[in-house]
């Protein structure tokens, strides 16, 4: 795993967003796994206004959700879908026929899991972006989450649904049921690329970098996988051990467990 250690929350989003461009200038078609969430907010608006200013063109990349909430409004702002083609790709040059992510309102949703796992796994995702729940989670994978699982129907913590409320305002309560890929589907892409940013991440960061891998954490899978980067700001970095130096690039910064170095 490599660790980096942006100076600041403005500086995470740039290293990211230097991450997410040197791929997409390197591939063709880039395949992007997009985590929603705010953390991956500022990440994606820097990807799109160098885009904008013509550093890039996004339009030979394919899109791929992680997870998405069950038992919204199809099409309704609050779903992640809405999320990802409100602030990226309506704002870019990714053709809308380029994103996918799975159905919450098919009616059969064991064959929708199925259906979704297949497709993610035959497009072969070659960047997967990540943030971290307060609890540890990836995607919707919650403490518990089998290492080996794939796309599947879950029911949400408490820990998550109190997090979440934000994003809904009172509109709405939070779902309690989501579809997510599984850890082993997210395990699959070529590289991983966590990010982690405020204090109230600082607990489940440590002990997904340098705790051991459990189900009880699951972005301590990360440590399984031969090419995962965490990015993280000084405070979501605030109870690792081993985060001492502060990075200003991200491709300078060498792998320093994982199975490679096993
Ligand atoms: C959410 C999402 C994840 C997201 C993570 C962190 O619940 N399911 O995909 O990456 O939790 O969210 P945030 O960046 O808002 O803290």
Redesign the pocket.
């Given at each position: 795993m490599r660790l980096i250690v942006a100076p600041d929350r403005a500086s995470a989003a740039k290293l990211t967003a230097d991450i997410i461009e040197r791929f997409v200038k390197s591939t063709a078609p880039a395949v992007l796994g997009i985590?929603?969430?705010?953390?991956?907010?500022e990440p994606l608006a820097e990807v799109v206004r160098r885009h904008r200013r013509g550093a890039f063109s996004l339009a030979r990349t394919e899109i791929y959700l992680?997870?998405e909430y069950i038992g919204l409004e199809p099409g309704g702002r609050d779903t992640?879908r809405s999320a990802v083609d409100r602030r990226f790709v309506s704002r870019t040059d990714v053709p809308a026929a380029a994103v996918h992510s799975p159905d919450p309102h098919a009616t059969d949703l064991g064959a929708e899991c199925d259906r979704y796992e297949q497709e993610v796994r035959g497009a072969q995702i070659g960047l997967q972006l990540?943030?971290?729940?307060?609890n540890g989670?990836?995607?919707?994978n919650e403490p518990g989450s089998a290492l080996d699982g794939t796309t599947r129907v879950v029911e949400?913590s408490e820990q998550?649904r109190t997090?979440?409320a934000r994003?809904f305002a009172g509109r709405t309560e939070p779902p309690t049921t989501?579809i997510?890929q599984g850890i082993a589907t997210i395990l699959a892409a070529r590289e991983l690329l966590l990010?982690a940013?405020?204090p109230?991440?600082a607990c489940a960061l440590a002990r997904a970098i340098e705790g051991p891998v459990t189900e009880m954490i699951p972005a301590s899978a990360l440590q399984l996988h031969p090419n995962a980067t965490v990015i993280a700001d000084p405070s979501a970095a605030s109870e690792l051990a081993s985060a001492s130096a502060v990075h200003e690039s991200p491709f300078d910064v060498p792998m320093t467990s994982g199975v490679e170095n096993q």
């Open positions: 985590a929603t969430g705010a953390t991956m907010e992680l997870d992640f990540l943030g971290i729940g307060t989670h990836i995607a919707f949400l998550t997090d979440n994003f989501a997510t990010v940013c405020g109230s991440k």
